[in-house]
C-alpha cells in the first residue's frame, strides 16, 4: 500500500523559511516523480513543484521559482520542499503526490494527508 | 481564476445522474488526457478518473469521464450521500508544463 506522509508544516513569520518533508513507503521510490500540490483554505487546489525520479529535473511554476526547492533523497525515499521568503499568500496545506506512471505527466494517483503552513505574525 | 473553468457548485438527490463540467484551451485539454480527483469534507484529494475515461481500481462504475474538444465532463450516476464532496478536474498545461487544476466543484446531495 502507497504512503505518503508529510511533516514540517507550523507556523511561520513573514520572510521566514520552512522545509517540509514527505516519507513514501509501499513502492519504489526512485520510479516515480513526484510532485508537490498546495491548498489554501476553503480554495481550490495549486501545483506547486515536481520533481524526476532521479532527482536530476527540477519542475516550478514561474510564480514560485525561485523561493521555493523541491529535492528528494531516493536513499531516504523521502521528498523535500524548501520554501523561503514566505508570505501570507503561502498559507495553505501542502501536498505531497506521486504521479501514476513514473514519469512527468499525467495524473496524481496518491496523495498524502498533508501539512499545513501557516504564515503569520 | 483558474485556469480550468468549473461550475462552482452542483447538486441531486439520491439516485438521480449528475454532470460536472470542465472547460479549458487547445493549450491544456485540448492536448492532453483530463483527470478527476474528488475531495471529501477534511481529506485530502484523491484520483477519481485519469486518462479522460479510466477508473482507478476500487472507484465505483457509477463515475464516468468524458473530453471533446477543449472541454471535459465528470458524470455520477445513481447518486450517493457519500459523494458530496468538492470535484476537481486537472490537466496538463504545455505553456506551464505542469499540471493545472479546475476551480472545483461543491457537489451536494440533497
Known amino acids: 500500500e502507497v504512503q505518503l506522509l508529510e511533516s514540517g508544516g507550523g507556523l511561520v513569520q513573514p520572510g521566514g523559511s520552512l522545509r517540509l518533508s514527505c516519507a513514501a513507503s509501499?513502492?519504489?521510490?526512485?520510479?516515480?516523480?513526484m510532485s508537490w500540490v498546495r491548498q489554501a483554505l476553503g480554495r481550490g487546489l495549486e501545483w506547486v513543484s515536481a520533481i524526476s525520479g532521479t532527482g536530476v529535473s527540477t519542475y516550478y511554476p514561474d510564480s514560485l521559482k525561485g523561493r521555493f526547492t523541491i529535492s528528494r533523497d531516493n536513499s531516504k525515499n523521502t521528498l523535500y520542499l524548501q520554501m523561503n521568503s514566505l508570505t501570507a499568500e503561502d498559507t495553505a496545506i501542502y501536498y505531497c503526490?506521486?504521479?501514476?506512471?513514473?514519469?512527468?505527466?499525467?495524473?496524481?494517483?496518491?496523495w498524502g494527508q498533508g501539512a499545513l503552513v501557516t504564515v503569520s505574525s | 481564476q483558474s485556469v480550468l473553468t468549473q461550475p462552482p457548485s452542483a447538486s441531486g438527490t439520491p439516485g438521480q445522474r449528475v454532470t460536472i463540467s470542465c472547460s479549458g484551451s487547445?493549450?491544456?485539454?485540448?492536448?492532453?488526457?483530463v483527470n478527476w480527483y474528488q475531495q471529501l469534507p477534511g481529506t485530502a484529494p484523491k484520483l477519481l478518473i485519469y486518462s479522460n475515461n479510466q477508473r482507478p481500481s476500487g472507484v465505483p462504475d457509477r463515475f464516468s469521464g468524458s473530453k471533446s474538444g477543449t472541454s471535459a465532463s465528470l458524470a455520477i450516476s445513481g447518486l450517493q450521500s457519500e459523494d458530496e464532496a468538492d470535484y476537481y478536474c486537472a490537466t496538463w498545461a504545455d505553456s506551464l508544463n505542469g499540471p493545472v487544476f479546475g476551480g472545483g466543484t461543491k457537489l451536494t446531495v440533497l
Open positions: 503526490a506521486k504521479f501514476s506512471d513514473g514519469y512527468y505527466y499525467g495524473a496524481l494517483a496518491d
Open positions: 487547445s493549450s491544456n485539454i485540448g492536448s492532453n488526457t
Open positions: 509501499g513502492f519504489t521510490f526512485t520510479n516515480y516523480a
